[in-house]
């Protein structure tokens, strides 16, 4: 049985979905090696220009896996220490490839997305989510801290320093509705993977450079220390598709006469 799944339900978006749901897609290393390893197929692949990623049965990732955690490749024989390392580094290098992907990438939020599935979630450019979504910090109710792989990072950033304090510190239960109102996810659907493949068809049919340097830029932007070291960096953005494309003329054309830009992203 494969433990993840690569679709393609419309030419330019990949979805992958975490697929062992009896343990709700929990973080086994026979789960997390893989599906590091279809992200970076579906990154490498040049007609793949949005990413979804979802969960199967009733949760999206319910976090690390407590009973089956499974054996890192190529671990064998070290001591303890330097294999939990080892082992907690090859988990932070799925956050990172997420973050890393030249595509958006899109968390459809099926269920619950806890620990470790929450940072999953976070590390993805956009959040959407069903209705029965929730998501929990769950580090602090086993007794551990509640940072782990990039959360006190990422979930500030995504929902503010107080509302993040509030999760992390008390591993309450965030429910659905109250994500999309603080903004942890965008907006909430019933068939929330097939609204995540529209936004990313969406996405495809815009400017394939214009997208990849946006996301660069937003990730800049939150790790930014100043508003000035940050706007040249924009700029040049702006200046390097300026000068490289047509798009800004095609853009110009296409409103004139009441259509849909075409973008050739070249001269």
Known sequence: MSYVEVARPH???????LNRPERMNAMSFDVMVPFRDALLEVGADVGVRAVVVTGAGKGFCSGADQESAGIPPGLEGLPPPAYALRAMQLLEDVVLTLRRLPQPV???????AIGGGLCLALACDLRLAAP????????????????ELGLSFLLPRAIGSTRAAD????????????????????????????????????IARLSQPGIELTKKSLQAGMAASSLEAH???EGLGQLYLRLLTD?????????????????????
């Not at 030419?11 to 979905?17: C, K």
């Not at 929730?134 to 551990?144: D, E, K, P, S, T």
Request: aromatic share 6%.
């Open 247 to 267: 798009n800004f003329e095609e853009a110009t054309f296409a409103r004139k006469e009441g259509r849909e830009p075409e973008f050739r992203d070249r001269r």
């Open 167 to 202: 999760l992390m510190l008390t591993g309450r239960d965030l429910g659905a509705e109250e994500a999309e109102r603080i903004g942890l996810v965008s907006s909430l659907h019933d068939d929330v993977v097939a609204a995540a493949v529209e936004t990313g068809a969406r």
């Open 132 to 147: 029965a979504a929730y998501f929990r910090a769950a580090g602090i109710n086993n007794g551990l801290t509640a940072s």
């Open 106 to 112: 899109i968390a459809a939020v099926n269920g619950a």
């Open 231 to 233: 706007l040249t960096s």
């Open 11 to 17: 030419d330019a978006v990949a979805v992958v979905t």
